[in-house]
């Protein structure tokens, strides 16, 4: 095999495995993002996305014509 074979053969090889080892990372490490209080520390996410209680209600159409017609 020549130079160029082998130089190819090791770089595709190489960029199989870095790919590999980047695709066990993303699905091992937890992504997110971390918030922190004036204090410093982590605040816990549960607090910040928690539903809002009582019933839920309807969007609203924002109506152009009734803005124009103010005028």
Known sequence: MSFTAIFVLIF???????GGVVMFLSKTIDHGEARFG??????SGDSQ????????????RIDINKASDNE
Do not use: C, E, S, Y
């Open 49 to 60: 996305h928690a539903a809002p209680k009582g019933p839920a209600r309807p969007a609203q």
């Open 12 to 18: 595709l090889v190489a960029f199989v495995i870095i």
């Open 38 to 43: 004036p204090n410093g520390k982590v605040i």
